[in-house]
């Protein structure tokens, strides 16, 4: 069994996937942190801007691939891995999905709390809370499909985490 938590940026999902791997003594993968290992280091954003968008795609789908045919990992996607149908088809009955649903407001503070994000993420539309309500409308639909269950990322970290772990058991 492998849990995946897929959701947009700055949900959650590094954190919350970091502390379930421990809780449950499983390897935590996090699919934007082997992409850049299988580009040598570069970031997502320098590959975006370097290469474009189809090859990041192509890149994040072998990634992807990789990982998922290991067992016992907590996984956190990128927030438009989901979106790509080769990923979408890897998917099977042994893989808990869960999206950490959270809205612009909270993502546009988390994202600005976040240093990192304008060197390591792309804008994809252009940046700003506008482009983080436009990606929403598109992936949201998506990310409701594919998951075996919806959490409020607003919820503490240790009740999200409580909540998958019931999920795993149950």
Excluded at 6 to 11: D, E, H, K, L, P
Excluded at 120 to 129: D, E, H, Q, S, V
Aim: aromatic share 8%; proline share 4%; glycine share 8%.
């Amino acid at each position: 069994m492998n849990i995946v938590l897929i959701g947009y940026r700055a949900c959650g999902k590094t954190l919350i996937g970091q502390r379930v791997a421990e809780r449950l003594g499983w390897t935590f993968v996090d699919t934007d942190r082997g992409i850049e290992a299988h580009e040598n280091g570069r970031t997502i954003s320098a590959i975006f801007a370097e290469d474009g968008e189809p090859y990041y795609r192509e890149v994040e789908a072998a990634v992807v691939r990789e990982v998922l045919a290991r067992d016992r990992q907590i996984i956190a996607f990128g927030g438009g891995t989901i979106m790509i149908p080769a990923v979408q088809e890897l998917f099977d009955s042994n893989t808990l999905v869960v999206y950490l649903e959270a809205s612009p407001d909270l993502l546009w503070e988390r994202a600005g709390a976040d240093a990192s994000t304008s060197d390591t993420r792309p804008n994809l539309l252009g940046g700003g809370k506008e482009e983080i309500v436009e990606m929403l409308r598109r992936r949201a639909p998506v990310y409701v499909t594919f998951a075996t269950l919806t959490l409020d990322a607003s919820r503490t970290p240790d009740d999200l985490v409580d909540r998958i772990l019931e999920a795993v058991k149950g």
